[in-house]
């Protein structure tokens, strides 16, 4: 059994990309078989993202699903097919809580504070100070 492995994969090609790594895993199919197999998935996957998970086509996905090859056909194992869905997080929300943050750890300007402590006098009569933070 053989593991078809989409990598990250924005959900508006997942399609082209599932096909293409089909293709290139199994070279000993007719292209009509694999082109087949292929939309087969590829309708699973649109109904499960689409209509189940509501992704948009800009959020990411990775599929993973084992196939056997039998009697010159692909065989999915739907039972046991991975998929990884990552949301897309609209540019003005991370924009909003990055600045949020900023106001946290942003360092307080303070006034800096001396004092100035006698230290020694010199044989000339000059002061020497040390100076405290």
Avoid: C, Q
């Amino acid at each position: 059994m053989e593991i078809l492995s989409s990598g990250l994969v924005i959900v508006g090609a997942y399609d082209d990309k599932i096909r293409r790594t089909l293709f290139g895993m199994v070279k000993e199919l007719d292209p009509k078989e694999l082109a087949k197999a292929a939309g087969e998935l590829n309708r699973f996957l649109f109904e499960l993202f689409v209509d189940e998970l509501v992704l948009d086509k800009g959020d990411v996905v990775r599929v993973r699903i084992p196939f056997d090859i039998e009697e010159g056909r692909v065989v999915w194992d739907y039972l046991n097919v991975e998929v990884e869905a990552f949301k897309r997080v609209e540019e003005e929300k991370v924009r909003e809580a990055v600045n949020r943050l900023l106001s946290k750890y942003r360092p307080k300007e303070r006034a800096v504070e001396y004092e100035f402590k006698p230290k020694v006098k010199t044989l000339a009569g000059e002061t020497v100070y040390e100076i405290l933070l």
